[in-house]
């Protein structure tokens, strides 16, 4: 089974460094199987031409942090799909939980982001994860299952091979995040495997289902070993490209040994 390894690099990181973080992966991991590993790293917009310059795909895949639903209009400060496949680019993020939450955007909206992707052959890696209150009510597992039909609505089973989930629970992620315990980890990734395999049936037992928050050299094993987790969305620990190639070769070690 192919295990997924990717970072989001925020609004961290020029264009110089972008490129040289790249070059410095993409040198460290070449000798990696990618029929049994995938690497995407998500740089900021206007880093992304050089990224797509300086970048072999076939070793580590570039995709956006964001972008508009429609392909052009009166949409200032947007970016579309046809912009970012004019760049290379063939994957984009929707529903991070800093867009949803300091944005305030809406499950329709990713649901509209998604279905945009899939439009133009993009693949989309939709997020959801539930916040702190949510996870304190008892209502984590509807709030995933809520994101996650309404942002899939209407997909084919056909077209759901092509998503990718990464699951983020708002209160693990960013400076101050906590971990959760692989026990969560694993108990919320069942839950969403359950609603995508209801979703699109033995399609949806194939979406890949990230964990990402707070993943870092010493809990990157634990939550790789996890049956139910088939990559790690990794934040900070993955920002020095040493630092990552490592944690990549550890939790590819552990996934082997099991």
Known sequence: ?????????????????????????????????????????????????????????????????????????????????????????????????ERRHVFRETDEDERKKVRCALDHGMIPLLCVGETAEDKLYGISREVLAIQLKVALTGLTSQEAQRVRVAYEPVWSIGVSGTPASPEYAEEMHISIKRTLTELFGIAGEAIPVLYGGSVNQDNAVPLIRLPHVDGLYVGRAAWQADRFDRLIRDALRAREAL
């Not at 089974?1 to 790249?22: H, I, P, Q």
């Not at 000798?31 to 300086?54: G, N």
């Open 1 to 97: 089974m192919k295990l997924y390894f990717g970072s989001n690099l925020k609004m961290y990181k020029g264009v110089r460094e972008t490129a040289d973080y790249l070059r410095e992966l993409s040198l460290l991991t070449a000798d990696l199987d990618r029929e049994k590993t995938e690497l995407f790293i998500l740089p900021s917009y206007t880093s992304l031409p050089e990224a797509a310059r300086v970048t072999d795909q076939r070793l580590i895949r570039l995709g956006a942090q964001n972008m508009g639903w429609e392909e052009e209009g009166q949409f200032t400060g947007e970016i579309s799909c046809l912009m970012l496949k004019e760049l290379g680019i063939g994957m984009v993020m929707a529903g991070h939980s």
